[in-house]
Nanobody, 125 residues
Framework: QVQLVESGGGLVQAGDSLRLACAASGRTFSSGTMGWFRQAPGKEREFVAAIRGRSDSTKYTDSLKGRFTISRDNAKNTVYLHMDSLKPEDTAVYYC??????????????????WGQGTQVTVSS
């Protein structure tokens, strides 16, 4: 049984940094795609970042480039999302997702087979 478990969320102030982690169990995704999505209250889920393949190709939504960094540790089967200069508009539930394949449609939630339960990030002004 595959499980994705996020951690690292919390309440921070604007300008702070935070690192989220997503630990996978049940199978490895080192050659596949792992992504982060977020959903703010009253809004649709949106793509944040993805990391793909053995080359660890990274992709980001344009508005977050430069502030967010995705990375992974294949030995730990864990993907991270490092978030800098956090803003109140970054407040959302952040979800980890995974697919054992190298996804071309990495920014679509429907492309992922597995999802975590989400971790809340709240940024106060």
């Amino acid at each position: 049984q595959v499980q994705l478990v996020e951690s690292g969320g919390g309440l921070v102030q604007a300008g702070d940094s935070l690192r989220l982690a997503c630990a996978a169990s049940g199978r490895t995704f080192s050659s596949g795609t792992m992504g982060w999505f977020r959903q703010a209250p009253g809004k649709e889920r949106e793509f944040v970042a993805a990391i793909r393949g053995r080359s660890d190709s990274t992709k980001y939504t344009d508005s977050l480039k430069g502030r967010f960094t995705i990375s992974r540790d294949n030995a730990k089967n864990t993907v991270y999302l490092h978030m800098d200069s956090l803003k109140p508009e970054d407040t959302a539930v952040y979800y980890c997702a995974a697919n054992p394949a190298y996804l071309l449609t990495y920014d679509r939630g429907g492309s992922y087979d597995y999802w975590g339960q989400g971790t809340q990030v709240t940024v106060s002004s």
